[in-house]
């Protein structure tokens, strides 16, 4: 999903989270099938969310790490 949101306390020109991207493959991939987000514009803000559908619990002390 693309995001809507906007930063706080800077003018509305430079405020938009509005860059595009894709995902595609690396064009010098190792593995096989390989995928990622590849940023199509320069200077722009890019920003990207997803509902999740596990609720997540970190009783155990193990850190939420998202790469």
Do not use: R
């Amino acid at each position: 999903m693309k995001s809507n949101a906007k930063k706080d306390g800077v003018e509305d020109s430079i405020a938009k989270y509005d860059g595009q991207w894709s995902v595609e493959s690396c064009t010098d991939s190792v593995l096989e099938g390989d995928k990622g987000l590849v940023l199509k514009s320069k200077a722009k803000h890019h920003a990207i969310s997803a509902k999740l559908l596990n609720t997540f619990k970190f009783s155990d002390g193990k850190p939420l790490v998202l790469q």
